[in-house]
Protein backbone atom coordinates (compact mmCIF):
# COMPACT_ATOMS: atom_id res chain seq x y z
CA UNK A 1 0.00 0.00 0.00
CA UNK A 2 1.40 3.49 -0.90
CA UNK A 3 2.71 5.46 2.12
CA UNK A 4 1.12 8.73 3.18
CA UNK A 5 3.59 11.64 1.87
CA UNK A 6 5.28 13.55 4.23
CA UNK A 7 4.10 16.80 5.72
CA UNK A 8 0.34 15.39 4.77
CA UNK A 9 -1.93 17.48 6.54
CA UNK A 10 -6.32 17.99 6.91
CA UNK A 11 -8.38 20.52 7.13
CA UNK A 12 -9.97 20.19 10.71
CA UNK A 13 -13.44 21.21 10.91
CA UNK A 14 -15.60 21.81 14.47
CA UNK A 15 -18.31 19.30 15.24
CA UNK A 16 -21.00 21.00 13.28
CA UNK A 17 -19.09 22.39 10.28
CA UNK A 18 -18.43 18.50 9.72
CA UNK A 19 -21.66 17.59 10.18
CA UNK A 20 -23.06 19.88 7.65
CA UNK A 21 -20.48 18.62 5.57
CA UNK A 22 -21.82 15.31 5.92
CA UNK A 23 -25.65 16.48 5.83
CA UNK A 24 -24.63 17.34 2.15
CA UNK A 25 -24.35 14.01 1.15
CA UNK A 26 -28.37 12.88 1.24
CA UNK A 27 -30.59 15.74 -0.31
CA UNK A 28 -33.63 15.43 1.60
CA UNK A 29 -36.12 12.66 3.13
CA UNK A 30 -36.86 8.93 1.38
CA UNK A 31 -40.05 8.70 0.04
CA UNK A 32 -43.80 8.29 1.66
CA UNK A 33 -44.88 4.53 1.66
CA UNK A 34 -48.96 4.44 3.16
CA UNK A 35 -48.71 1.56 6.14
CA UNK A 36 -52.16 0.36 7.86
CA UNK A 37 -52.34 1.07 11.51
CA UNK A 38 -54.24 -2.47 11.61
CA UNK A 39 -50.85 -3.67 13.34
CA UNK A 40 -49.10 -1.75 15.50
CA UNK A 41 -45.85 -3.72 15.13
CA UNK A 42 -45.70 -2.82 11.39
CA UNK A 43 -45.56 1.12 12.57
CA UNK A 44 -43.71 1.28 16.02
CA UNK A 45 -40.78 3.63 15.21
CA UNK A 46 -41.79 4.63 11.67
CA UNK A 47 -41.84 8.09 11.08
CA UNK A 48 -44.91 10.04 9.74
CA UNK A 49 -44.30 11.89 6.14
CA UNK A 50 -47.85 13.70 6.78
CA UNK A 51 -49.75 15.40 9.68
CA UNK A 52 -52.00 12.99 10.79
CA UNK A 53 -55.12 14.19 11.44
CA UNK A 54 -58.69 13.27 13.41
CA UNK A 55 -61.48 11.55 11.80
CA UNK A 56 -63.95 12.57 14.21
CA UNK A 57 -63.73 14.55 17.39
CA UNK A 58 -62.12 12.77 20.71
CA UNK A 59 -64.43 12.17 22.55
CA UNK A 60 -66.77 11.69 19.87
CA UNK A 61 -69.65 12.27 22.15
CA UNK A 62 -70.61 13.56 25.86
CA UNK A 63 -69.56 10.52 28.46
CA UNK A 64 -69.38 10.02 32.03
CA UNK A 65 -66.16 10.06 33.87
CA UNK A 66 -67.77 8.42 36.83
CA UNK A 67 -69.64 5.72 37.49
CA UNK A 68 -72.66 7.82 39.07
CA UNK A 69 -76.09 9.38 37.93
CA UNK A 70 -76.61 11.30 35.04
CA UNK A 71 -78.78 14.28 36.82
CA UNK A 72 -79.44 18.06 35.56
CA UNK A 73 -77.87 20.22 37.90
CA UNK A 74 -81.48 22.09 38.16
CA UNK A 75 -82.31 18.92 40.32
CA UNK A 76 -79.96 18.68 42.85
CA UNK A 77 -79.72 20.10 46.46
CA UNK A 78 -78.63 17.95 49.16
CA UNK A 79 -81.33 15.13 50.28
CA UNK A 80 -82.78 15.43 46.96
CA UNK A 81 -84.23 11.64 46.23
CA UNK A 82 -84.46 11.40 42.10
CA UNK A 83 -86.12 9.17 40.36
CA UNK A 84 -84.00 6.69 38.52
CA UNK A 85 -85.63 6.05 34.88
CA UNK A 86 -82.89 4.04 32.99
CA UNK A 87 -79.23 2.66 33.38
CA UNK A 88 -76.63 3.55 30.57
CA UNK A 89 -73.34 1.07 30.03
CA UNK A 90 -70.42 1.77 28.60
CA UNK A 91 -71.44 1.00 24.65
CA UNK A 92 -74.88 1.89 24.87
CA UNK A 93 -76.98 3.05 22.31
CA UNK A 94 -80.16 4.56 24.33
CA UNK A 95 -80.70 8.51 24.91
CA UNK A 96 -83.26 8.23 27.60
CA UNK A 97 -85.43 11.05 28.43
CA UNK A 98 -85.03 12.96 31.51
CA UNK A 99 -87.90 15.15 33.07
CA UNK A 100 -87.57 16.96 36.08
CA UNK A 101 -86.67 14.99 39.17
CA UNK A 102 -85.57 12.28 37.15
CA UNK A 103 -82.01 10.80 36.55
CA UNK A 104 -79.83 7.47 35.12
CA UNK A 105 -77.80 5.40 36.39
CA UNK A 106 -74.53 5.86 34.18
CA UNK A 107 -71.53 4.04 33.83
CA UNK A 108 -67.71 5.45 33.51
CA UNK A 109 -67.42 5.97 29.50
CA UNK A 110 -71.16 6.02 28.96
CA UNK A 111 -72.82 8.51 26.60
CA UNK A 112 -74.56 11.36 28.58
CA UNK A 113 -78.35 11.66 28.07
CA UNK A 114 -79.01 15.03 26.37
CA UNK A 115 -81.41 16.11 29.00
CA UNK A 116 -78.38 16.00 32.08
CA UNK A 117 -75.58 18.40 32.17
CA UNK A 118 -73.96 16.83 35.50
CA UNK A 119 -72.70 13.53 36.66
CA UNK A 120 -72.66 12.84 40.54
CA UNK A 121 -70.47 9.71 41.38
CA UNK A 122 -71.79 6.99 43.19
CA UNK A 123 -69.96 7.69 46.33
CA UNK A 124 -71.91 10.90 46.75
CA UNK A 125 -75.63 9.00 46.30
CA UNK A 126 -77.58 6.76 49.04
CA UNK A 127 -79.32 4.30 46.12
CA UNK A 128 -82.61 2.63 47.39
CA UNK A 129 -84.68 0.49 44.83
CA UNK A 130 -85.97 2.93 41.99
CA UNK A 131 -84.44 6.34 43.65
CA UNK A 132 -81.18 7.21 44.56
CA UNK A 133 -80.98 10.17 47.73
CA UNK A 134 -78.38 12.80 47.29
CA UNK A 135 -75.76 13.24 49.86
CA UNK A 136 -72.72 15.62 48.38
CA UNK A 137 -72.78 18.11 45.62
CA UNK A 138 -70.20 18.02 43.13
CA UNK A 139 -67.17 20.63 44.07
CA UNK A 140 -66.98 21.49 40.15
CA UNK A 141 -71.07 22.32 39.86
CA UNK A 142 -73.19 22.09 36.70
CA UNK A 143 -70.85 20.17 34.31
CA UNK A 144 -69.12 17.96 37.18
CA UNK A 145 -67.39 14.55 35.57
CA UNK A 146 -68.52 15.04 31.87
CA UNK A 147 -65.89 14.44 29.56
CA UNK A 148 -67.68 16.84 26.43
CA UNK A 149 -67.38 15.82 22.89
CA UNK A 150 -64.26 17.05 21.19
CA UNK A 151 -63.05 18.10 24.53
CA UNK A 152 -59.50 16.42 23.51
CA UNK A 153 -59.57 16.89 19.24
CA UNK A 154 -62.03 18.59 17.26
CA UNK A 155 -62.88 16.70 13.65
CA UNK A 156 -59.52 17.76 11.20
CA UNK A 157 -57.12 18.59 14.18
CA UNK A 158 -53.42 17.24 13.94
CA UNK A 159 -53.13 14.59 16.02
CA UNK A 160 -49.20 13.92 15.19
CA UNK A 161 -47.09 16.43 12.87
CA UNK A 162 -45.16 14.80 10.36
CA UNK A 163 -41.40 14.11 11.12
CA UNK A 164 -42.96 12.51 14.59
CA UNK A 165 -41.38 8.98 15.28
CA UNK A 166 -44.05 6.74 16.21
CA UNK A 167 -43.92 5.33 19.85
CA UNK A 168 -46.55 3.10 21.89
CA UNK A 169 -47.92 6.48 22.84
CA UNK A 170 -48.30 8.45 19.64
CA UNK A 171 -50.03 5.08 18.53
CA UNK A 172 -52.71 5.52 20.61
CA UNK A 173 -53.21 8.53 19.66
CA UNK A 174 -53.41 7.26 16.25
CA UNK A 175 -55.95 4.70 16.84
CA UNK A 176 -58.05 7.11 18.90
CA UNK A 177 -58.63 9.32 15.77
CA UNK A 178 -59.70 6.26 13.79
CA UNK A 179 -57.20 6.50 11.17
CA UNK A 180 -56.92 3.29 9.37
CA UNK A 181 -53.40 4.02 7.80
CA UNK A 182 -50.87 6.68 7.38
CA UNK A 183 -48.03 8.18 5.66
CA UNK A 184 -44.42 7.40 6.75
CA UNK A 185 -40.82 7.42 5.39
CA UNK A 186 -39.57 4.42 4.44
CA UNK A 187 -36.95 3.27 6.37
CA UNK A 188 -33.29 4.23 4.59
CA UNK A 189 -31.51 0.95 4.03
CA UNK A 190 -27.59 0.97 5.60
CA UNK A 191 -24.91 -1.17 4.96
CA UNK A 192 -22.43 -1.28 7.82
CA UNK A 193 -18.77 -2.79 7.78
CA UNK A 194 -16.30 -3.27 10.06
CA UNK A 195 -12.54 -3.20 8.87
CA UNK A 196 -9.07 -4.79 9.58
CA UNK A 197 -7.02 -7.60 9.49
CA UNK A 198 -7.23 -8.15 13.69
CA UNK A 199 -11.27 -8.53 13.88
CA UNK A 200 -12.71 -12.01 14.57
CA UNK A 201 -16.18 -13.01 14.89
CA UNK A 202 -17.16 -13.73 18.50
CA UNK A 203 -16.57 -17.57 19.28
CA UNK A 204 -13.87 -17.91 17.82
CA UNK A 205 -10.16 -18.59 19.11
CA UNK A 206 -8.24 -15.60 19.36
CA UNK A 207 -4.73 -15.94 17.51
CA UNK A 208 -2.00 -13.10 18.49
CA UNK A 209 -2.78 -9.59 17.46
CA UNK A 210 -6.79 -10.26 17.28
CA UNK A 211 -9.49 -9.14 18.70
CA UNK A 212 -13.61 -9.65 18.68
CA UNK A 213 -15.31 -7.35 16.64
CA UNK A 214 -18.33 -5.39 18.09
CA UNK A 215 -18.10 -2.15 15.80
CA UNK A 216 -20.71 -3.85 13.49
CA UNK A 217 -22.93 -4.72 16.04
CA UNK A 218 -22.93 -1.45 17.74
CA UNK A 219 -23.58 0.22 14.89
CA UNK A 220 -26.31 -2.25 13.04
CA UNK A 221 -28.47 -2.45 16.19
CA UNK A 222 -28.34 1.45 16.84
CA UNK A 223 -28.70 2.16 13.31
CA UNK A 224 -32.29 -0.15 13.62
CA UNK A 225 -33.35 1.95 16.82
CA UNK A 226 -33.27 4.92 15.46
CA UNK A 227 -36.02 3.94 12.34
CA UNK A 228 -33.40 2.74 9.62
CA UNK A 229 -33.12 -1.47 7.78
CA UNK A 230 -29.65 -3.06 8.16
CA UNK A 231 -29.38 -5.06 4.72
CA UNK A 232 -25.91 -6.55 6.23
CA UNK A 233 -22.84 -5.86 8.58
CA UNK A 234 -19.51 -7.46 7.37
CA UNK A 235 -15.95 -7.52 8.21
CA UNK A 236 -13.60 -6.42 5.09
CA UNK A 237 -9.75 -6.82 5.42
CA UNK A 238 -7.38 -4.53 5.38
CA UNK A 239 -6.88 -5.32 1.46
CA UNK A 240 -7.60 -2.79 -1.31
CA UNK A 241 -9.11 -5.37 -3.63
CA UNK A 242 -11.21 -7.19 -1.71
CA UNK A 243 -12.03 -3.77 0.00
CA UNK A 244 -13.41 -2.42 -3.44
CA UNK A 245 -15.41 -6.14 -3.91
CA UNK A 246 -16.73 -5.88 -0.86
CA UNK A 247 -17.92 -2.59 -1.18
CA UNK A 248 -20.06 -2.84 -4.49
CA UNK A 249 -21.74 -6.13 -3.40
CA UNK A 250 -22.14 -4.15 0.44
CA UNK A 251 -24.00 -0.53 -1.34
CA UNK A 252 -26.22 -2.48 -4.06
CA UNK A 253 -29.61 -1.41 -2.77
CA UNK A 254 -28.46 0.79 0.32
CA UNK A 255 -29.04 4.38 0.63
CA UNK A 256 -26.01 4.63 2.99
CA UNK A 257 -22.71 3.10 3.73
CA UNK A 258 -20.88 3.28 7.45
CA UNK A 259 -17.82 2.12 7.23
CA UNK A 260 -15.50 1.62 10.88
CA UNK A 261 -11.96 2.24 10.81
CA UNK A 262 -8.98 2.83 8.59
CA UNK A 263 -9.61 6.44 8.31
CA UNK A 264 -6.60 7.98 9.65
CA UNK A 265 -3.22 8.34 8.43
CA UNK A 266 -1.50 4.58 8.69
CA UNK A 267 -0.18 3.22 5.73
CA UNK A 268 -2.67 0.27 6.39
CA UNK A 269 -5.49 2.34 6.44
CA UNK A 270 -7.44 1.03 3.48
CA UNK A 271 -10.81 2.62 3.93
CA UNK A 272 -8.61 6.26 2.96
CA UNK A 273 -6.82 4.90 0.51
CA UNK A 274 -9.57 2.95 -1.81
CA UNK A 275 -12.15 6.04 -1.08
CA UNK A 276 -9.59 8.63 -1.33
CA UNK A 277 -8.13 6.91 -4.74
CA UNK A 278 -11.31 5.37 -6.22
CA UNK A 279 -14.41 7.87 -4.73
CA UNK A 280 -12.75 11.23 -4.05
CA UNK A 281 -13.17 10.36 -0.57
CA UNK A 282 -12.58 13.65 1.33
CA UNK A 283 -10.54 13.17 5.15
CA UNK A 284 -11.17 15.44 7.77
CA UNK A 285 -10.25 16.08 11.53
CA UNK A 286 -12.73 17.14 13.43
CA UNK A 287 -12.84 18.88 16.98
CA UNK A 288 -13.91 16.37 18.97
CA UNK A 289 -12.49 13.35 21.57
CA UNK A 290 -12.84 10.98 20.80
CA UNK A 291 -13.61 10.86 16.76
CA UNK A 292 -10.96 13.09 15.47
CA UNK A 293 -10.22 11.86 11.97
CA UNK A 294 -13.56 11.05 9.82
CA UNK A 295 -14.30 11.15 6.21
CA UNK A 296 -16.69 10.66 3.77
CA UNK A 297 -17.30 9.84 0.07
CA UNK A 298 -19.23 9.05 -2.74
CA UNK A 299 -19.34 5.25 -3.74
CA UNK A 300 -19.35 4.97 -7.61
CA UNK A 301 -20.62 8.74 -7.61
CA UNK A 302 -23.90 7.11 -5.99
CA UNK A 303 -24.18 6.02 -2.66
CA UNK A 304 -23.16 7.97 0.09
CA UNK A 305 -20.26 6.80 2.57
CA UNK A 306 -19.42 7.73 6.23
CA UNK A 307 -16.20 6.66 7.30
CA UNK A 308 -15.85 6.38 11.06
CA UNK A 309 -12.60 5.75 13.34
CA UNK A 310 -12.37 2.15 14.25
CA UNK A 311 -11.99 2.47 18.05
CA UNK A 312 -15.09 1.46 19.55
CA UNK A 313 -16.12 4.26 21.74
CA UNK A 314 -14.73 6.87 18.40
CA UNK A 315 -17.21 4.81 16.56
CA UNK A 316 -20.24 4.94 19.01
CA UNK A 317 -19.56 8.59 19.42
CA UNK A 318 -19.22 9.70 15.52
CA UNK A 319 -22.45 7.85 14.36
CA UNK A 320 -24.30 9.66 17.15
CA UNK A 321 -22.59 13.03 15.96
CA UNK A 322 -22.83 12.43 12.29
CA UNK A 323 -24.38 9.08 11.25
CA UNK A 324 -27.91 10.35 13.19
CA UNK A 325 -28.09 13.54 12.05
CA UNK A 326 -27.78 11.91 8.60
CA UNK A 327 -30.74 9.49 9.37
CA UNK A 328 -32.96 12.51 10.64
CA UNK A 329 -32.44 14.24 7.44
CA UNK A 330 -33.12 10.94 5.03
CA UNK A 331 -36.20 10.28 7.91
CA UNK A 332 -37.41 14.14 7.56
CA UNK A 333 -37.05 13.85 11.30
CA UNK A 334 -35.98 16.51 13.52
CA UNK A 335 -33.26 16.30 16.00
CA UNK A 336 -33.27 15.12 19.09
CA UNK A 337 -33.23 17.95 21.99
CA UNK A 338 -30.16 18.68 23.88
CA UNK A 339 -30.65 18.04 27.65
CA UNK A 340 -28.77 19.56 30.89
CA UNK A 341 -26.58 17.60 33.70
CA UNK A 342 -24.21 18.46 36.66
CA UNK A 343 -21.50 16.96 36.70
CA UNK A 344 -20.93 14.34 39.66
CA UNK A 345 -17.28 14.85 40.04
CA UNK A 346 -14.60 16.80 38.15
CA UNK A 347 -12.08 15.63 35.63
CA UNK A 348 -10.14 16.16 32.55
CA UNK A 349 -10.30 17.53 29.07
CA UNK A 350 -8.02 17.79 26.42
CA UNK A 351 -7.85 21.47 24.99
CA UNK A 352 -8.92 22.39 22.10
CA UNK A 353 -10.98 19.34 21.36
CA UNK A 354 -14.77 19.02 22.54
CA UNK A 355 -14.52 16.32 24.90
CA UNK A 356 -18.03 13.51 24.61
CA UNK A 357 -17.83 11.45 27.37
CA UNK A 358 -20.53 8.05 28.35
CA UNK A 359 -22.02 9.23 31.32
CA UNK A 360 -24.35 7.76 33.44
CA UNK A 361 -27.67 9.98 34.55
CA UNK A 362 -29.07 10.13 38.39
CA UNK A 363 -30.91 12.64 40.22
CA UNK A 364 -29.61 14.12 43.38
CA UNK A 365 -31.62 14.80 46.89
CA UNK A 366 -32.87 18.40 45.12
CA UNK A 367 -33.57 17.02 42.07
CA UNK A 368 -30.73 17.84 39.52
CA UNK A 369 -29.87 15.54 36.93
CA UNK A 370 -26.45 14.64 37.86
CA UNK A 371 -23.96 13.25 34.65
CA UNK A 372 -21.09 10.83 36.39
CA UNK A 373 -18.44 9.09 33.45
CA UNK A 374 -19.79 5.42 32.74
CA UNK A 375 -15.87 4.79 33.03
CA UNK A 376 -12.85 5.62 35.00
CA UNK A 377 -11.24 6.06 32.02
CA UNK A 378 -13.83 8.56 30.80
CA UNK A 379 -13.80 8.92 27.04
CA UNK A 380 -11.35 6.66 26.13
CA UNK A 381 -11.84 5.30 22.89
CA UNK A 382 -10.90 1.60 23.14
CA UNK A 383 -13.12 1.03 26.23
CA UNK A 384 -16.48 -0.65 24.81
CA UNK A 385 -17.60 -1.39 28.56
CA UNK A 386 -17.92 2.26 28.66
CA UNK A 387 -20.59 2.16 26.48
CA UNK A 388 -22.88 -0.51 28.19
CA UNK A 389 -23.53 1.77 31.15
CA UNK A 390 -23.92 5.10 29.54
CA UNK A 391 -27.45 6.65 29.19
CA UNK A 392 -26.16 9.57 27.36
CA UNK A 393 -23.05 11.55 25.89
CA UNK A 394 -21.96 14.50 28.15
CA UNK A 395 -20.15 17.51 26.28
CA UNK A 396 -17.30 19.48 27.38
CA UNK A 397 -16.55 22.89 25.79
CA UNK A 398 -13.38 23.05 23.72
CA UNK A 399 -12.25 25.76 25.46
CA UNK A 400 -12.41 23.75 29.37
CA UNK A 401 -9.30 21.41 30.23
CA UNK A 402 -10.85 20.88 33.93
CA UNK A 403 -14.42 19.48 34.38
CA UNK A 404 -15.33 20.62 38.05
CA UNK A 405 -17.96 19.24 40.09
CA UNK A 406 -21.27 21.18 39.53
CA UNK A 407 -20.68 22.44 36.16
CA UNK A 408 -24.13 22.25 33.89
CA UNK A 409 -23.06 20.33 30.63
CA UNK A 410 -24.77 19.69 27.53
CA UNK A 411 -26.18 16.09 27.14
CA UNK A 412 -26.77 13.44 24.32
CA UNK A 413 -29.28 10.82 24.84
CA UNK A 414 -28.18 7.43 24.26
CA UNK A 415 -31.31 5.40 24.62
Known amino acids: MPEIPAGQSRTVLSLEEYRDEVLALVSGPTPAETVSTADPRALLGRVLADDVTSRAPVPAFANSAMDGYAVRWADLAVGASLHVVAEIAAGDRQDPTLGRGECAQIMTGAPLPRDADTVVPV ?123 ALDELSAGCDLVVLSGGVSVGVHDVARIVLGE ?103 SHMVTSLAGADALAEVPEDTIDVVEGDVLTTRSLR
Open 123 to 245: EATRPAGATVTITQLPAHGRGAHVRGAGEDLAAGDTVCPAGTTLDPAWLAAVAAAGCPEVSVRRRPVLGIAATGDELVPAGSELARGQIYESNGTHLAATAVRLGAEVAATTVIPDDEDRFVA
Open 278 to 380: QADGTFRHVRVQPGKPQGWARWRGRVPVLALPGNPVSTAVSFELFGRPVLDRMLGRPAAPLGRAVAAHGWSSPPGRRQLVPVRLSSDADGRLLAQPAHRRGSA
